[in-house]
C-alpha cells in the first residue's frame, strides 16, 4: 500500500552535531542483515548509509559507522561475516555503493563517499582513551565501566 518494502532500520546509536550525522551500527559477535526480504542485495550497511542520508540535514556531514569484534575470523572454525565482505566494497567501490543505493541521486553518493568507516571495538576504545583527559570524573568513571564490560567480553584484542 504506502510503497515501503522493508522494515524500519533502527541504528544503534546517532550522532548529531551542528555540521555532522554519524549513524552508528554495532555488532557484538553477530553478522549484519545481508538482505531484507523483498530484496536480496539491499543489506544493514546500504540501510545504515541511506539512513544517514536521510537524516543528515542541509549542511550536516552524513557518516555511516560499523563498530565490529574484529575485522577478520580465521581459523579453522571460523566463518566468514557479509560485514567482511561487504565493508570494503561500500568504502572503496563508489560504483558498488551507487549499485546498492540505486534510488540515490550522485549528489547523495558524493555526500557520504569517503565517509563509511569501520572501527573493532577495541580500535574505538583506543580512540576514547586518548582523548579520556578532556573528560570529568563523571565521564571517566563511566569511560571505566565501558573498559571492563569489553574487556569481559574478549572485545578489546587485536585481532586483525
Request: aromatic share 8%.
Amino acid at each position: 500500500g504506502d510503497g515501503i518494502l522493508e522494515a524500519a532500520y533502527e541504528p544503534d546509536l546517532v550522532v548529531r552535531t551542528p555540521d555532522t550525522l554519524v549513524v552508528i551500527a554495532g555488532l557484538y559477535r553477530h553478522d549484519i542483515e545481508a538482505r531484507t526480504a523483498w530484496d536480496p542485495t539491499r543489506d544493514a550497511i546500504a540501510r545504515g548509509i541511506d539512513a544517514a542520508l536521510d537524516l543528515a540535514g542541509e549542511g550536516q556531514r552524513p557518516w555511516f559507522l560499523l563498530v565490529t569484534d574484529d575485522y577478520r575470523h580465521e581459523g579453522p572454525s571460523a566463518q566468514g561475516t557479509a560485514y567482511e565482505r561487504l565493508m570494503p566494497r561500500y568504502q572503496r567501490d563508489p560504483a558498488w555503493l551507487a549499485a546498492r543505493l540505486p534510488h540515490r541521486s550522485p549528489t547523495d553518493l558524493a555526500r557520504v563517499e569517503g565517509r563509511v568507516r569501520w572501527l573493532s571495538w577495541a580500535d574505538l576504545m583506543d580512540v576514547v582513551l586518548d582523548h579520556q583527559s578532556a573528560l570529568n570524573g563523571e565521564q571517566r568513571l563511566l569511560l571505566r565501566r565501558m573498559v571492563d564490560y569489553l574487556r569481559d567480553r574478549r572485545l578489546l584484542f587485536k585481532g586483525g
